[in-house]
Nanobody, 115 residues
Framework: VQLVQSGAEVRKPGTSVKLSCKAS????????VHWARQGPGQGLKWLGR????????QIPQQFQGRVEISADASTATAYVEVRSLSSEDTAVYYC?????????WGQGTQVTVSS
């Protein structure tokens, strides 16, 4: 099982960023893909998850309207988009799959928001 994330991004405040997570080694549609982030000196914060089989998502209220999670089952790739970026969004972003049979994480993607 492998989750490979896209590379580091630098954005200006007010813009958006979209990260990818390419999965392999397991049946992609059968396991939720989650996204989380860890800012400097902070704990891990969950951004939400997607069911790749039907595209259904669950986004915590604090991120609703600003975070969008999507998936393309044909390429076994999940995405997270964060809009209206501020310096508080500077963090390492992770995708992961966690179920009774799987526990696998991407390598992380650094997103830096700076003017």
């Amino acid at each position: 099982v492998q989750l490979v994330q896209s590379g580091a991004e630098v954005r200006k405040p007010g813009t958006s960023v979209k990260l990818s997570c390419k999965a392999s080694g397991y049946p992609f549609p059968r396991h939720y893909v989650h996204w989380a982030r860890q800012g400097p000196g902070q704990g891990l914060k969950w951004l939400g998850r997607i069911d790749p089989e039907d595209g259904g998502t669950q986004i915590p209220q604090q991120f609703q309207g600003r975070v969008e999670i999507s998936a393309d089952a044909s390429t076994a790739t999940a995405y997270v988009e964060v809009r209206s970026l501020s310096s508080e969004d500077t963090a390492v972003y992770y995708c992961f799959v966690r179920s009774r049979t799987l526990d696998s994480w991407g390598q992380g993607t650094q997103v830096t928001v700076s003017s």
